[in-house]
């Protein structure tokens, strides 16, 4: 431990060998993983949306990766089946997310395909559900005496809209809704398919 | 703090010239690695054992998405067209013989994709047309499969139907919305040469008034209607569960429920606030007599056979009836209080189970809430999975009243 | 999969082989390693003394604001000259961060539990206010302080001059300059959308030159130095700045991962830049402030020769933890888990070391706040290690999950470690560099009990909320909204907690402005010259 240069080669070494394994084996693995048949790349209208999600930071109270019935009760919360690497082959930026601050959104397409629901939801989460903590996003709406043709007005219950307008949907919120219709995995995998059974029990399951 | 009160000499710490480490360190370093190895064993066997019961549900999965015409043709079609395709008299049209399984392949296709209510003569017979539309429960392969064979058994080896054929269908479909007005409409767009069809008599089913097909498509004022969280035709996706064939005075029921707050829904309630009784008694009488195909399968790895059991024959060491000894049997619902539970979405059975035993813990002692108290998180995928595989309330039959 | 359940074996028992051979190394003195060469950092009869600039043991407090040099002083004055400038460039940066980076933090908790709260302005929504926190705290505030600390240290202990300092001011210029135009391109929506790296890949650039531009003095003079031995903050310094610049420029090469793979980059990352950038700088700084301050060498030298390499060896494993039960293969995930388990080994090493001599000498734990700041910063991080550790078990994990738990235990080493140990540090140093007193004493132990009690609050709370959250998240039986319901009393303690610490950062940084803006005394610049 009295020279620098081996202490930093060694150092180095070691960082390499946790790169192969965390980082390298795993591309080759999953990458090898063709995507589903059921999986679309997103349209560019979807694309568009994915990007306001990732501009607003969705991501940090959502997270995308159902968890096996083994391990918790995400698919019968409606969250859909435990996802599996081959579903992400189309993201990038990967948005798995940390946090379940609010519910899962893998598959929030299949469980809420309602645009008109999401476009509500996105201006005042309160008004459709009085507990939420999610930001309101009035940015991305604008609130007009009268809607002019082609406008996408957003329903709200009485108490929550605005008294005598109209709230009319921009298209950022338009395509980030059309986004999170687009997030439907709930086509079949493959035996082969990735992800972490860990938590898979004896004699659960069929 | 200021106050000096430093040692002044702590200088004679007795050190050794060189201090080993100490050996607990050595310790817990081999446990950790006991430990280490036992959970990659571990690890690795729970991998085995997912990897061979992910095969199973592909397999389940891969059967369900690419059977065969004749498959697809003895699920979804041979109850009431008879596996041999001859028809009920009186009650469902032969297919072996008929000229419409003959002609145009895009007539048996917008058939599928639209499905009939009205009279309708096939080969001199007439009946009653209540035909299901296929449209959103099967996709564009499955249909072209089931097209493809229903032709080929029943319409002397007429041509095969292409996924694309029914594609292009999809589209005419989209601006055609409901069933086919029984055979007089058939006749007049798509087969003039037909022999001569009933005319269509409204009164068949009570047409729905078009301001409640708008409630249903559009929803009010312009905002959520009821087709786009619950499907085109009721069938329901994930937790948001099949309302069609439901009993009218059940879904009347919930609908008031939601909008006093009985029943708890964050996505019914302001939907259920803001409409009129009048709509919701419409609402009610319209899904009501929907018949649709069901869309659900099974998809929270629940043990089908556990499923079964506990809906056949219930589990008394548990104390759990049979679903079937209220739900009617098949699970078709015993109207009005009990509703019918075959065919239901399952992530839906699923979490209201899980809301009942909520109820329960809450100190209610309902029905309901009792039953799922005893059930724990895998029998409630088990009853839903098994629920998701049963066919639906059959076409156009009401569910029997509640005997007493 | 036969040949990848082989692969995580190998990487296992290579480990294991790894750490019997450093443990046989140590105990058969392999290293010639001795107890005498954890004295290094202390010059002839220097040793035994307190060593606490924030107190005046010789007159009391002075008056007119200047420390009395002590004849060590005077020794360490052409190494502590050199220094000098970048640290205090570095050192401004730093304090400037952290208070801007905790007012984001504050408002991003606020904006939890009053979600109407500044919702007109899209840059104002809490997913942008909660990443402009984490990149201002982390590569604002933790880095560019503990660049400053190292800066500062590595001389000393090398007894060299520090070489080329211009270099290190024009990297702090670089970092600075790519930490404004990242924080701008967050608060306008452009982001790379990874969680600890949103900094657009095309600023990272500026940063990844900065950060070189920093190492590069550093790393020579560790070539050019006047002691055969490297003192173990040493090791850590010099292993962490070779390890973030290949860190920070693979993960940010775009274009090469996607999906599932992207995932696994972003945690490897994510968490080497706990475990191999913040840790190595916090567990440096502390190796040599603790018995520097106390006048006591570590415990047992040896020990931290097994601390260090089990820690490289160990913690680079450790990061796909954060995707248990998610999209990737199960050997990758449980082999992350068992090296989490593993750290134990490095952690308690750590802990005998520097909290063996802190317990012997309580005394100077009473006496010194800079003492008292960086030795509860390393007892928190045993104790983050140790939580760490525990939450990596599948069985603990399935709980804290995807909670706000995982939030409480990130501040615990991010801000109860780190930044505890470099606040103790900078009110070590600063009376050094410029040659005064600290300008306004009775805040510095304002400043400690506002943060030590703000982050009791906050650390409690989330610890609490987010295991009830995650066992109402497993109950199938509540809905989700339970979850959510039961967590807001624990979000507004959150706050509090939060806004006193951010309360005693700017009494912290009050401190620091009115020392800088008195200059340097011309004593020590003297010093310079000489």
Same mark, same amino acid.
């Given at each position: 431990?009295?020279?620098?240069l081996p202490?930093i080669?060694?150092?180095?070494?070691?960082?390499?060998f946790?790169?192969?394994l965390?980082v390298i084996?795993?591309?080759?693995?999953?990458?090898?993983e063709?995507?589903?048949? *059921?999986?679309?790349?997103?349209?560019? @209208? +979807?694309? /568009?949306?994915r990007d $306001?999600?990732?501009?607003? *930071?969705?991501?940090?109270?959502?997270s @995308? +990766?159902? /968890?096996?019935?083994? $391990?918790?009760?995400?698919?019968?919360?409606?969250?859909?089946?435990a996802?599996?690497?081959?579903?992400?082959?189309y993201?990038?930026p990967?948005?798995?997310g940390?946090?379940r601050t609010?519910?899962?959104?893998?598959?929030?397409?299949?469980?809420?395909?309602?645009m008109?629901?999401q476009l509500?939801?996105?201006?005042?989460?309160?008004?459709?559900s009085?507990?939420?903590?999610?930001p309101?996003?009035?940015?991305?709406?604008?609130?007009?005496?009268?809607?002019?043709p082609?406008?996408t007005?957003?329903?709200?219950?009485a108490k929550s809209a605005p008294?005598?307008k109209?709230?009319?949907?921009?298209?950022?919120?338009?395509d980030?809704?059309a986004?999170?219709?687009?997030l439907?995995?709930t086509?079949p995998?493959?035996?082969?398919?990735?992800?972490?059974?860990?938590?898979?029990?004896?004699g659960?399951g069929? | 703090?200021?106050d000096?009160?430093?040692?002044?000499?702590e200088r004679f710490e007795?050190?050794?010239?060189?201090?080993?480490?100490p050996?607990?360190?050595?310790?817990?370093?081999i446990a950790?690695?006991?430990w280490g190895?036992?959970?990659?064993?571990?690890?690795a066997?729970a991998?085995?054992i997912a990897g061979?019961?992910?095969g199973?549900?592909?397999?389940?999965d891969?059967?369900?998405?690419a059977a065969?015409?004749?498959?697809l043709?003895?699920a979804?079609?041979?109850?009431?067209?008879?596996p041999?395709?001859?028809?009920i008299a009186?009650?469902?049209?032969?297919?072996?013989?008929?000229?419409?399984?003959?002609?145009?392949?895009?007539?048996v296709?917008?058939?599928?994709?639209r499905?009939?209510?009205?009279p309708i003569?096939v080969?001199g017979?007439h009946f009653d047309g209540?035909?299901?539309?296929?449209a959103s429960?099967?996709?564009d392969d499955?249909?072209?499969?089931?097209a493809?064979?229903?032709?080929?058994?029943?319409?002397?080896?007429?041509?095969?139907?292409?996924?694309?054929d029914v594609a292009?269908a999809?589209a005419?479909?989209?601006?055609h919305?409901?069933?086919?007005?029984?055979?007089?409409?058939?006749?007049?767009?798509?087969m003039?040469?037909?022999?001569?069809?009933?005319?269509?008599?409204?009164?068949?089913i009570?047409?729905?008034?078009?301001?409640i097909?708008?409630?249903?498509?559009?929803?009010?004022?312009?905002g959520?209607?009821?087709a786009?969280?619950?499907g085109?035709?009721g069938?329901?996706?994930?937790?948001a569960?099949r309302?069609?064939?439901?009993?009218?005075p059940y879904?009347?029921?919930?609908?008031?429920?939601f909008?006093?707050?009985?029943?708890?829904s964050?996505?019914m309630?302001?939907?259920?606030?803001?409409?009129?009784?009048?709509?919701?008694?419409?609402?009610?009488?319209?899904?009501?007599?929907l018949?649709?195909?069901?869309?659900s399968?099974?998809?929270l790895?629940?043990?089908?056979?556990?499923g079964?059991?506990?809906?056949?024959?219930?589990?008394s060491a548990?104390?759990?009836?049979a679903c079937f000894s209220?739900?009617?049997?098949?699970?078709?619902?015993?109207?009005?209080?009990?509703p019918?539970?075959a065919a239901?979405?399952?992530?839906?059975?699923?979490?209201?189970?899980?809301?009942?035993?909520r109820?329960?813990?809450q100190?209610?002692?309902?029905?309901?809430?009792?039953?799922a108290a005893?059930?724990?998180?895998?029998d409630?995928?088990?009853?839903?999975?098994?629920?998701?595989?049963l066919?639906?309330v059959?076409?156009?039959t009401?569910?029997?009243a509640?005997?007493? | 999969?036969?040949?990848?359940g082989?692969?995580?074996v190998?990487s296992?028992?290579?480990?294991?082989?790894?750490l019997?051979?450093?443990?046989?190394?140590?105990?058969?003195?392999?290293f010639?390693?001795s107890?005498?060469?954890?004295?290094?950092?202390f010059?002839?009869?220097e040793?035994?003394?307190?060593?606490?600039?924030?107190?005046s043991?010789r007159?009391?407090r002075s008056?007119?604001?200047?420390?009395?040099?002590t004849?060590?002083?005077?020794?360490r004055?052409?190494?502590?000259?050199?220094?000098?400038r970048?640290v205090?460039v570095?050192?401004?940066?730093?304090v400037?961060w952290?208070?801007i980076?905790?007012?984001?933090?504050?408002?991003?908790s606020l904006?939890?539990?009053l979600?109407?709260?500044?919702?007109?302005?899209?840059?104002?929504?809490?997913?942008?206010?909660?990443?402009?926190?984490?990149t201002l705290?982390?590569y604002?505030?933790?880095?560019m302080?503990g660049?400053?600390?190292?800066m500062?240290?590595?001389?000393?202990?090398?007894?060299?001059?520090?070489?080329?300092?211009?270099?290190?001011?024009?990297g702090?210029?670089f970092?600075?300059?790519?930490?404004?135009?990242?924080?701008?391109?967050?608060?306008?929506?452009w982001?790379?959308?990874e969680?600890?790296?949103?900094?657009?890949w095309?600023?990272?650039?500026l940063l990844?030159i900065?950060?070189a531009l920093?190492?590069?003095?550093l790393?020579r003079?560790a070539?050019?130095?006047?002691?055969?031995?490297?003192?173990?903050s040493?090791w850590?310094?010099l292993?962490?700045l070779?390890?973030?610049?290949?860190?920070?420029?693979i993960?940010?090469?775009?274009g090469i991962?996607?999906?599932a793979?992207?995932?696994?980059?972003?945690?490897w990352?994510a968490?080497?830049?706990l475990?191999?950038w913040?840790?190595?700088?916090?567990l440096?700084a502390?190796?040599?402030?603790?018995?520097?301050?106390?006048?006591k060498?570590?415990?047992?030298?040896a020990?931290?020769?097994?601390?260090?390499?089990a820690?490289?060896?160990?913690?680079?494993?450790?990061?796909?933890?954060?995707l248990?039960?998610?999209?990737?293969?199960?050997?990758?995930?449980?082999?992350?888990?068992?090296q989490?388990?593993?750290?134990f080994v490095?952690?308690?090493?750590?802990?005998?070391?520097q909290h063996?001599?802190?317990?012997?000498?309580?005394?100077?734990?009473?006496?010194?706040?800079p003492?008292?700041?960086?030795?509860l910063g390393?007892?928190?991080?045993?104790?983050?290690?140790?939580?760490?550790?525990?939450?990596?078990?599948?069985?603990?994990?399935t709980v804290?999950?995807?909670?706000?738990?995982?939030?409480?235990?990130?501040h615990?080493?991010?801000?109860?470690?780190?930044?505890?140990?470099f606040?103790?540090?900078?009110?070590?140093?600063?009376?050094?560099?410029?040659?005064?007193?600290?300008?306004?004493?009775?805040?510095?132990?304002?400043h400690?009990?506002?943060?030590?009690?703000?982050?009791?609050?906050y650390?409690?709370a989330?610890?609490?909320?987010?295991?009830?959250?995650?066992?109402?998240?497993?109950?199938?039986?509540?809905?989700?909204?339970?979850?959510?319901?039961?967590?807001k009393p624990f979000?507004?303690?959150?706050?509090?907690?939060?806004?006193?610490m951010?309360?005693?950062h700017?009494l912290?940084a009050?401190?620091?402005?009115?020392?800088?803006a008195r200059?340097?005394?011309?004593?020590?610049?003297?010093g310079?010259?000489?």
């Amino acid at each position: 431990m009295n020279r620098s240069l081996p202490l930093i080669i060694l150092a180095m070494a070691i960082l390499a060998f946790a790169t192969t394994l965390l980082v390298i084996v795993p591309k080759f693995q999953i990458g090898h993983e063709p995507a589903p048949a *059921g999986l679309h790349p997103y349209t560019a @209208q +979807q694309q /568009r949306g994915r990007d $306001q999600y990732v501009a607003l *930071g969705c991501v940090y109270c959502h997270s @995308q +990766q159902p /968890r096996t019935p083994d $391990q918790a009760p995400d698919a019968e919360r409606g969250w859909g089946r435990a996802s599996v690497a081959a579903d992400y082959a189309y993201d990038s930026p990967h948005l798995m997310g940390t946090m379940r601050t609010g519910p899962d959104l893998m598959n929030v397409g299949a469980r809420l395909p309602s645009m008109g629901w999401q476009l509500s939801h996105l201006y005042q989460p309160r008004a459709i559900s009085p507990w939420s903590i999610m930001p309101s996003y009035p940015f991305l709406f604008e609130v007009k005496d009268k809607a002019a043709p082609g406008d996408t007005v957003v329903w709200l219950p009485a108490k929550s809209a605005p008294p005598g307008k109209v709230v009319v949907a921009k298209p950022e919120a338009i395509d980030l809704a059309a986004y999170l219709i687009a997030l439907d995995r709930t086509y079949p995998v493959p035996s082969t398919a990735i992800r972490d059974d860990g938590y898979a029990k004896h004699g659960a399951g069929r | 703090m200021s106050d000096d009160r430093r040692p002044v000499d702590e200088r004679f710490e007795p050190y050794e010239p060189r201090r080993r480490v100490p050996l607990p360190v050595y310790w817990i370093a081999i446990a950790l690695a006991i430990w280490g190895t036992l959970t990659l064993w571990r690890d690795a066997h729970a991998g085995f054992i997912a990897g061979r019961q992910r095969g199973d549900e592909a397999a389940a999965d891969t059967r369900r998405a690419a059977a065969p015409g004749a498959d697809l043709f003895l699920a979804r079609c041979s109850s009431c067209h008879q596996p041999d395709g001859s028809g009920i008299a009186g009650a469902v049209p032969p297919l072996a013989g008929s000229p419409l399984v003959k002609a145009d392949p895009s007539v048996v296709v917008r058939i599928l994709l639209r499905g009939i209510d009205g009279p309708i003569t096939v080969a001199g017979q007439h009946f009653d047309g209540h035909m299901p539309s296929f449209a959103s429960v099967l996709d564009d392969d499955q249909l072209a499969r089931i097209a493809t064979y229903v032709r080929a058994r029943f319409g002397d080896n007429a041509s095969a139907v292409s996924p694309s054929d029914v594609a292009a269908a999809r589209a005419w479909a989209a601006g055609h919305p409901g069933p086919w007005r029984g055979g007089d409409e058939i006749r007049a767009a798509l087969m003039p040469l037909l022999e001569p069809q009933p005319a269509y008599v409204a009164s068949l089913i009570a047409a729905p008034d078009p301001s409640i097909l708008a409630l249903v498509q559009h929803g009010t004022g312009g905002g959520w209607s009821c087709a786009s969280c619950h499907g085109d035709l009721g069938e329901g996706h994930g937790d948001a569960p099949r309302i069609a064939g439901l009993s009218s005075p059940y879904l009347l029921a919930q609908l008031r429920a939601f909008a006093g707050g009985a029943r708890t829904s964050d996505a019914m309630a302001p939907v259920a606030t803001s409409l009129a009784d009048a709509q919701k008694i419409a609402l009610a009488s319209y899904y009501s007599q929907l018949a649709t195909p069901s869309a659900s399968v099974p998809a929270l790895q629940g043990a089908l056979d556990r499923g079964e059991a506990l809906a056949l024959d219930g589990d008394s060491a548990k104390g759990i009836p049979a679903c079937f000894s209220c739900h009617g049997s098949s699970g078709f619902g015993v109207a009005p209080a009990f509703p019918p539970i075959a065919a239901q979405q399952p992530a839906y059975t699923a979490g209201r189970l899980a809301g009942f035993a909520r109820q329960a813990k809450q100190g209610s002692h309902a029905l309901m809430p009792s039953v799922a108290a005893r059930l724990d998180d895998a029998d409630r995928r088990a009853i839903a999975d098994y629920l998701a595989t049963l066919p639906p309330v059959p076409t156009g039959t009401a569910p029997p009243a509640e005997q007493h | 999969m036969l040949t990848l359940g082989l692969f995580v074996v190998i990487s296992f028992v290579v480990s294991l082989a790894a750490l019997a051979a450093l443990i046989w190394a140590i105990s058969s003195d392999q290293f010639s390693f001795s107890q005498r060469q954890a004295r290094i950092i202390f010059e002839p009869d220097e040793e035994g003394q307190l060593d606490d600039p924030t107190i005046s043991p010789r007159n009391g407090r002075s008056t007119h604001g200047n420390i009395e040099p002590t004849k060590f002083d005077l020794l360490r004055s052409s190494i502590d000259a050199s220094t000098a400038r970048p640290v205090s460039v570095l050192i401004g940066s730093a304090v400037l961060w952290l208070v801007i980076g905790s007012a984001f933090g504050l408002i991003a908790s606020l904006k939890l539990h009053l979600p109407d709260w500044l919702d007109t302005q899209a840059w104002l929504t809490f997913g942008r206010v909660r990443t402009l926190h984490l990149t201002l705290v982390i590569y604002g505030w933790l880095s560019m302080a503990g660049i400053g600390i190292a800066m500062w240290v590595t001389p000393r202990i090398f007894q060299a001059p520090l070489q080329s300092p211009t270099l290190a001011i024009w990297g702090t210029i670089f970092w600075n300059i790519g930490l404004v135009a990242g924080v701008i391109a967050i608060a306008c929506g452009w982001s790379d959308g990874e969680e600890w790296l949103e900094i657009p890949w095309q600023i990272d650039g500026l940063l990844a030159i900065g950060g070189a531009l920093c190492a590069v003095p550093l790393i020579r003079t560790a070539f050019t130095r006047n002691v055969e031995h490297i003192y173990v903050s040493g090791w850590y310094y010099l292993a962490a700045l070779c390890w973030f610049p290949a860190l920070f420029v693979i993960a940010n090469i775009p274009g090469i991962f996607v999906g599932a793979e992207q995932a696994t980059v972003n945690w490897w990352f994510a968490h080497n830049v706990l475990g191999l950038w913040l840790t190595p700088l916090g567990l440096g700084a502390a190796y040599y402030f603790i018995p520097k301050i106390i006048g006591k060498p570590v415990y047992s030298y040896a020990l931290s020769l097994l601390g260090f390499w089990a820690l490289a060896l160990f913690y680079s494993q450790v990061g796909i933890h954060h995707l248990i039960g998610g999209p990737v293969p199960t050997w990758v995930v449980t082999l992350s888990i068992v090296q989490s388990v593993m750290m134990f080994v490095p952690v308690i090493a750590v802990a005998i070391n520097q909290h063996v001599v802190v317990a012997r000498n309580m005394w100077a734990f009473r006496a010194s706040i800079p003492l008292r700041f960086i030795s509860l910063g390393a007892i928190m991080y045993t104790a983050a290690s140790f939580e760490g550790s525990l939450e990596a078990l599948r069985s603990v994990n399935t709980v804290t999950h995807f909670t706000q738990f995982t939030v409480g235990h990130a501040h615990l080493g991010a801000y109860g470690f780190t930044s505890f140990v470099f606040f103790g540090c900078l009110y070590y140093m600063l009376p050094r560099i410029t040659g005064r007193d600290w300008p306004l004493p009775s805040l510095i132990a304002a400043h400690f009990w506002l943060v030590v009690g703000g982050f009791s609050i906050y650390f409690v709370a989330l610890t609490i909320g987010g295991w009830l959250q995650g066992e109402a998240m497993l109950d199938a039986t509540r809905p989700f909204s339970a979850s959510v319901i039961l967590l807001k009393p624990f979000l507004e303690g959150r706050s509090v907690g939060g806004a006193l610490m951010t309360l005693g950062h700017l009494l912290f940084a009050a401190n620091v402005i009115a020392m800088f803006a008195r200059g340097r005394h011309p004593a020590s610049a003297e010093g310079s010259v000489a």
